[in-house]
């Protein structure tokens, strides 16, 4: 029986996406019976009662995140780009790159740091994934590949099952348009705030942690527009408050600039949701035909496409059942599957 060990260290910050992905691939990696492999966890130990101790842990300490990993496993995954915990060097290695956003993020000497660490990571693998064909083509541009492969398998997303109905009290009966994510500017709430401006019928609820640098920008500009009546920020949500806002939004919108993948425009279809995107990086790939796009981030621009897709939207009788549909192919069951498939080509078995 092959030895694998999955590095999902990442989920020490449930809150993060990052985070999340690490927690629902050793979630879903747990309802795949595979005989012929013995899968383990490398993870915070606190973190192991989140999966009723079903799988082995490795417990993440100091003496692992600075040396490499004595054991020798078969395969090792790293689930993130940057891992901080390193494979014995006779482990085979599979290494997931979400994205190369620090290409947009940073600049000058952070920028070339990065991308060197990343070259070394992808030296160091035998089998590199990741989550997207536009995320591949950023890959292929800037880091020496040495003849490997890049395998694309989609993330999963899901909404769960045992959620429990709660309805924020920060909204009565007004329509709203709903948008989450980490406050940094990648994300361009900014530009929200200019297109609410120009529409009257709709309040914006922004979800994520903003208590950051952008978030006090966001803060500031609210203030200055006096949009404190029509701009709701609610923080870091549940996944249940979470899907009330989508539950009951008229929209999601997410004009972000860089995006791997972007897991929300997927969650808000599989409400049956209109999402509004940006046509930049992966979002057009991801969010496919169904979704509208901004053209540009003219804040008149902006809310006429609003205006213009919500009627498409409401006219269109099958317009949510054809959402749900689209969404559905981003399964964890297909995405865990696929992964599996990786192991078992990388170990020959």
């Known amino acids: 029986m092959s030895q694998i060990l999955v590095d999902a260290y990442k989920i020490k910050n449930l809150n ?41 842990f490795v417990k993440a300490n100091l003496v692992n995140r600075h040396f490499r990993n004595s054991t020798k496993y078969d395969l090792w995954h790293s689930l993130h780009q940057f891992p901080a915990h390193l494979p014995n060097s006779n482990s085979k290695q599979i290494l997931t790159i979400h994205d190369l956003n620090f290409l947009v993020e940073k600049e000058g000497n952070k920028r070339a740091r990065y991308l060197k660490l990343l070259q070394k990571r992808v030296d160091n693998a035998h089998v590199i ?71 009257d019928d709709y309040k914006l609820v922004i979800a994520g942690n903003n208590a950051t640098n952008y978030g006090n920008e966001i803060k500031l500009l609210i203030s200055e527009f006096s949009l404190q009546e029509k701009v709701i920020l609610v923080g870091t949500i549940t996944e249940d408050e979470k899907s009330w806002y989508y539950k009951n939004c008229k929209a999601l919108v997410f004009p972000s600039l860089a995006e791997g993948f972007g897991i929300p425009p997927i969650e808000a279809m599989m409400y049956g949701k209109p999402v509004f995107l940006s046509k930049l990086t992966s979002l057009p790939e991801i969010g496919g035909k169904l979704a509208f796009y901004f053209e540009n981030f003219e804040s008149d621009s902006m809310a006429k496409q609003i205006e213009l897709g919500l009627t498409t939207a409401d006219i269109d009788p099958d317009f949510s059942s054809k959402s749900i549909s689209y969404a559905a192919k981003f399964s964890w069951g297909t995405c865990i599957q696929k992964y599996l498939d990786v192991y078992r080509e990388t170990l020959n078995i």
Not at 22 to 33: K, R
Not at 146 to 167: A, M, R
């Open 16 to 56: 993060s996406g990052l985070g999340q992905f690490s927690f629902q691939f050793v979630t879903n990696l747990l309802n795949h019976s595979s005989p012929d492999l013995d899968i383990s966890c490398l993870a915070p130990s606190d973190k192991s009662i989140l999966f009723e101790n079903k799988l082995s």
């Open 129 to 199: 994934t990741t989550i997207s064909e536009f995320s591949k083509s950023e890959i292929e541009k800037n880091i020496n590949l040495k003849g490997k492969n890049i395998k694309v398998i989609y993330n999963g997303v899901e909404i769960q099952s045992n959620l429990t109905e709660v309805t924020p009290n920060v909204l009565k009966k007004e329509a709203f348009l709903f948008s989450i994510g980490i406050f940094n500017k990648k994300k361009n709430f900014h530009s929200l705030l200019h297109m609410m401006r120009n529409l």
